[in-house]
């Protein structure tokens, strides 16, 4: 069962002789519960595979399947709403609201999907970062860490089937970059408790993660390291150490 699957996806820039192979034929799976970083030299097509995966961008050919949901039969419209419902976004900039507290950002994606941010759901998607007592601070009061994670909880407030990041320890310094990957190491298998489903049982899902780094430390607290080299997987590794990543 897979939170992610994409089928023989590829994405061509530009046509003619300047066309630009980003992406050729990649076929993958992301299963509900793990934690895959995609790594590979610059250019190798990694930004391109996370914005296609993430239905931001569309593939010139292939597939991707969100949930069991073919994302290509969507309609701008729907793609956008299904983005909201369905996947959350990391971003290597934290892109918090300054005006707002670390809750008022939590609950913005609730807001753009017409929902009322429940006070609990919430507190809940911030203790899940370990930030439950940080609610009420704007982000200039928080550090680059904790911002960081008010961050994440942003994007797991919905309860999403993915969790998306593109290098989300690049801002920050070796020690806060390791805090946050423990966090993220600890949401996974560890069901999403963003949404009612903290009350219900039945409904929990465990957080799938999908990372893209160049880093092999960063990686390296993923289940499962898959490479890519000029648009194309070359290789994969299962519980990897930074010394067999690099
Ligand atoms: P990475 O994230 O691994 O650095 P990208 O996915 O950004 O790789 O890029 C893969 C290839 O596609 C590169 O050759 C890059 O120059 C090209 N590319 C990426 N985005 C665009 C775009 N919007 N227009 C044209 N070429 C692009
Ligand atoms: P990264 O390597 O970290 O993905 P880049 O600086 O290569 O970052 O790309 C930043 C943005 O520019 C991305 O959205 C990418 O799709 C786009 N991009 C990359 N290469 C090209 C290109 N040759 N032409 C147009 N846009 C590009």
Same mark, same amino acid.
């Given at each position: 069962?897979?939170a992610?699957?994409?089928?023989s996806?590829?994405?061509t820039?530009g046509s003619?002789t300047g066309a630009?192979?980003?992406?050729?034929?990649?076929?993958l &799976?992301?299963p509900?519960g793990?934690?895959?970083?995609?790594m590979?030299? &610059?250019g190798s097509g990694?930004?391109t595979l996370?914005?296609?995966a993430a239905?931001?961008?569309?593939p010139?050919s292939?597939?991707v399947?969100?949930?069991?949901t073919?994302i290509?039969?969507?309609?701008?419209?729907?793609?956008?709403e299904f983005r909201?419902?369905?996947?959350?976004?990391?971003?290597?900039?934290?892109?918090?609201?300054?005006s707002?507290?670390?809750?008022?950002?939590?609950g913005?994606p609730?807001?753009?999907a017409?929902r009322?941010p429940g006070?609990?759901?919430?507190l809940r998607?911030?203790a899940?970062?370990g930030?439950e007592d940080q609610?009420?601070?704007r982000?200039s009061?928080? &550090?680059?860490?904790?911002q960081?994670?008010?961050?994440?909880?942003?994007?797991?407030?919905?309860r999403?089937?993915?969790?998306?990041?593109?290098?989300?320890?690049?801002?920050?310094? =070796?020690?806060?970059?390791?805090?946050l990957?423990?966090v993220?190491?600890?949401?996974?298998?560890s069901?999403?408790?963003?949404?009612?489903?903290?009350?219900?049982?039945?409904l929990?899902?465990?957080?799938t =993660?999908?990372m893209?780094?160049?880093d092999?430390n960063v990686? &390296?607290?993923?289940d499962?390291v898959?490479f890519?080299a000029d648009?194309?997987?070359v290789g994969?590794l299962t519980?990897?150490?930074a010394?067999?990543?690099?």
């Amino acid at each position: 069962d897979d939170a992610v699957r994409l089928e023989s996806l590829t994405k061509t820039y530009g046509s003619g002789t300047g066309a630009v192979s980003a992406l050729r034929e990649v076929d993958l &799976s992301f299963p509900r519960g793990s934690f895959t970083a995609v790594m590979g030299p &610059s250019g190798s097509g990694k930004s391109t595979l996370l914005q296609c995966a993430a239905g931001l961008d569309r593939p010139t050919s292939g597939r991707v399947f969100i949930d069991g949901t073919d994302i290509g039969g969507l309609n701008e419209t729907r793609l956008t709403e299904f983005r909201r419902e369905s996947t959350g976004f990391v971003f290597q900039a934290f892109n918090l609201l300054p005006s707002l507290t670390a809750a008022q950002n939590v609950g913005l994606p609730l807001r753009l999907a017409g929902r009322k941010p429940g006070r609990k759901t919430v507190l809940r998607a911030l203790a899940q970062v370990g930030l439950e007592d940080q609610a009420g601070k704007r982000p200039s009061q928080l &550090s680059g860490g904790q911002q960081q994670r008010v961050a994440v909880a942003r994007a797991l407030v919905t309860r999403p089937a993915v969790l998306f990041a593109d290098e989300p320890t690049g801002a920050l310094d =070796i020690t806060t970059g390791r805090e946050l990957l423990e966090v993220l190491r600890k949401l996974v298998g560890s069901p999403v408790m963003g949404g009612q489903a903290a009350d219900d049982p039945e409904l929990v899902e465990p957080t799938t =993660i999908v990372m893209v780094t160049h880093d092999p430390n960063v990686a &390296s607290y993923a289940d499962r390291v898959v490479f890519l080299a000029d648009g194309a997987l070359v290789g994969e590794l299962t519980t990897p150490t930074a010394e067999a990543v690099a």
